[in-house]
């Protein structure tokens, strides 16, 4: 069962920055809109950006400003820039198909922490 690979997160300073990236089979040739999610603990998971198959792109409040997404079709994987970083987006963020019917099973996603 596919499931996508991301990587990239880590421990941070608030104001610091990092750099997220999601592997998955075949998205590279999908115009389908991929998104990054992230879930907080005790907190349901949350869409935080999209990109669709043109780089048509769309940010939630909390995030617009400072993260940006991004992809790369020949490498099938898909990015988020994420820049200064709040204490209020430590999560375990995760990438996926926006349309439910196209999604893949969760991967293991990556923690993000940032400290104060």
């Known amino acids: 069962q596919v499931q996508p690979v991301e990587s990239g997160g880590g421990l941070v300073q608030a104001g610091g920055s990092l750099r997220l990236s999601c592997a998955a089979s075949g998205i590279g040739s999908s115009t389908s809109a991929m998104g990054w999610y992230r879930q907080a603990p005790g907190k349901q998971r949350e869409l935080v950006a999209t990109i669709t198959g043109s780089s048509l792109t769309t940010y939630a409040d909390s995030v617009k400003g400072r993260f940006t997404i991004s992809r790369d079709n020949a490498k099938n994987t898909v990015y988020l820039e994420m820049n200064s970083l709040k204490t209020e987006d430590t999560a375990a963020y995760y990438c996926?198909?926006?349309?439910?019917?196209?999604?893949?099973?969760w991967g293991q996603g990556t923690q993000v922490t940032v400290s104060s």
């Open positions: 996926n198909y926006v349309l439910r019917v196209l999604q893949f099973s």
